[in-house]
């Protein structure tokens, strides 16, 4: 009843503020290429509004050379992560709404412990409300501890924060700038099965490699440094 009552469905000034921001720090890096939205205007037309849209909301260019790969369910995607992870050279970003600690979570977290004491730099984005149930308060102080730099979005605040539905619901993997990994998967173990909740968990993902993998590099900078209130790594 309070939420109706008190709670906000907008951003508050302030956030607004440094949203904005962050996004015009980002900007330059989103320039695009004219060449390639003109090729696909003469190819097909209606793609050419589409993309055109996408880049128009979003403020992501249209990118050529690259590849997906599409997989059907949870267990398949969640193995090519792992092979991804493994293979860093440099950085991994992990951007999700969930994570869970169970054998989803510990096998990506021994991964990824490995590839820190490699010296690859490791971040994590977690939602802090998508895993209020899931995972102990003050999570990020556990994963910094372990080498990983982490931090929650909109840490929740019961007392000091009416605006509880700002939730960042990506689901993002970025390896070394040149894989990406997004689809409907969460790390928790129902995502892959291991447990049931609600009978087989049917979620499909991609991976990505080429040069739209700079869209997703930029889409984690974007909230990590709106999560960190910095400007570092663009």
């Known amino acids: 009843t309070l939420y109706f009552v008190f709670g906000r469905a907008k951003l508050t000034k302030h956030t607004e503020e440094r949203l904005e ?6 900007s330059p890096f989103l320039a695009g290429d004219e060449q390639v939205e003109e090729k696909i205007r003469n190819e097909n037309k209606r ?12 403020g992501y260019p249209v990118c050529e050379y690259t590849k997906t790969e599409y997989y059907p369910s949870g267990e398949e995607l969640f193995l090519k992560m792992l092979e991804a992870v493994k293979e860093a050279e440099t950085f991994i970003f992990l951007e999700y709404f969930i994570f869970e600690d169970g054998i989803m979570l510990e096998q990506l977290l021994a991964a990824l412990e490995e590839k820190v004491k490699q010296g690859v730099e490791v971040r994590m984005i977690y939602d802090d409300v998508g895993c209020i149930s899931k995972l102990p308060a ?37 390896v070394d700038g040149k894989t990406a990994f997004t689809g409907g ?8 099965n291991v447990t ?11 991976r990505i490699e080429g040069k739209a993998v700079w869209n997703f590099t930029a889409m984690f900078l974007q909230m990590w440094n709106f999560a960190n209130h910095s400007t570092e790594n663009y």
């Open 21 to 26: 921001r962050v996004n015009e720090e980002l």
């Open 47 to 58: 793609i050419y509004n589409q993309t055109k849209y996408i880049k128009d909301w979003a």
């Open 138 to 174: 003050g999570y990020y102080k556990k994963m910094e501890e372990r080498g990983i730099k982490c931090t929650a979005f909109n840490p929740f605040r019961p007392i000091m924060s009416i605006i509880m539905n700002n939730r960042d619901h990506r689901k993002i993997l970025v």
């Open 185 to 192: 998967i969460n790390i928790a173990d129902e995502y892959i």
């Open 196 to 206: 049931t909740r609600f009978g087989y968990w049917k979620d499909t993902g991609v």
